[in-house]
């Protein structure tokens, strides 16, 4: 089945940084790469997600890329800011055949936005 | 996107009891899937829901330990069987389109004593 790798495990930045996150992923039949950010008890919420026909998709201040060949993507938070401190998720998944919409996640981030 | 409501929010339960979460969406959609967020830790999937058959599970989780059920394509429910503390855990139900993103419902955050 699908793994996925997760780092760092922990990330402190100043506000105004920039922050990456990195996952690499096992199996390449997965076309599907969502991100979610979970605030502390709250529940996972969407983020950004690229599928497999794109290198790189952009909303705002979060960049996500995805480089197939290597299996790997990574996302990009410019310009960060307090309120992005949270725990972040890398997912794959398929979108198609028996495994259609099942995500396997990544170990998580913990992000540190300090003023 | 839909609206996804899960009952009860939490609980406290003894072991070797079990409990019923529901989850519920204001619209239809193709997908649901329930997951398992033991503390501090990642999402796991348990089990696709399947409406009209049995749910698909994933390696490590069994029907009967975690029954399911989809009697239509906007109500699901996932039973926790014979409780053990390490069942203690927030459980997630996630709903989406073919196609689509998945979302996440807010959780049941079950403590098992």
Not at chain 1, 93 to 106: I, W
Not at chain 2, 3 to 9: A, G, L, M, N, R
Not at chain 2, 32 to 43: C, E, I, N, T, V
Not at chain 2, 82 to 88: L, T, V
Request: aromatic residues 8%; charged residues 20%.
């Amino acid at each position: 089945g699908e793994n996925v790798e997760q780092h760092p495990s922990t990330l402190s930045v100043q506000e105004g940084d920039s922050a990456v996150i990195k996952c690499t992923y096992s199996d390449s039949a997965s076309n599907y790469f969502p991100w979610y950010k979970q605030e502390l008890g709250k529940r996972p919420q969407l983020i950004i997600d690229i599928r497999s026909n794109v290198g790189e998709k952009k909303d705002q201040r979060i960049a996500v890329t995805l480089n197939k060949t290597a299996k790997h993507f990574s996302l990009h938070i410019t310009e960060t800011q307090p309120e992005d401190s949270a725990v972040y998720f890398c997912a794959a998944g398929r979108r198609g055949g028996t495994s259609y919409g099942k995500l396997t996640f990544g170990q998580g981030t913990i992000l540190t936005v300090h003023p | 996107s839909a609206v996804i409501s899960q009952k009860p929010s939490r609980d406290i339960c003894q072991r070797g009891t079990s409990l019923t979460i529901q989850c519920q969406v204001d619209s239809q959609v193709t997908m649901m899937f329930w997951y398992r967020q033991q503390p501090g830790q990642s999402l796991t999937l348990i089990a696709t829901a399947n409406q009209g058959s049995e749910a698909t599970y994933e390696s490590g989780f069994v029907i009967d330990k975690f029954p399911i059920s989809r009697p239509n394509l906007t109500f699901s429910t996932l039973t926790v069987s014979n409780m053990s503390p390490e069942d203690s855990s927030i459980y997630l139900c996630s709903v989406g389109q073919l196609g689509e993103t998945q979302y996440f419902g807010p959780g049941t955050r079950l403590l098992v004593l």
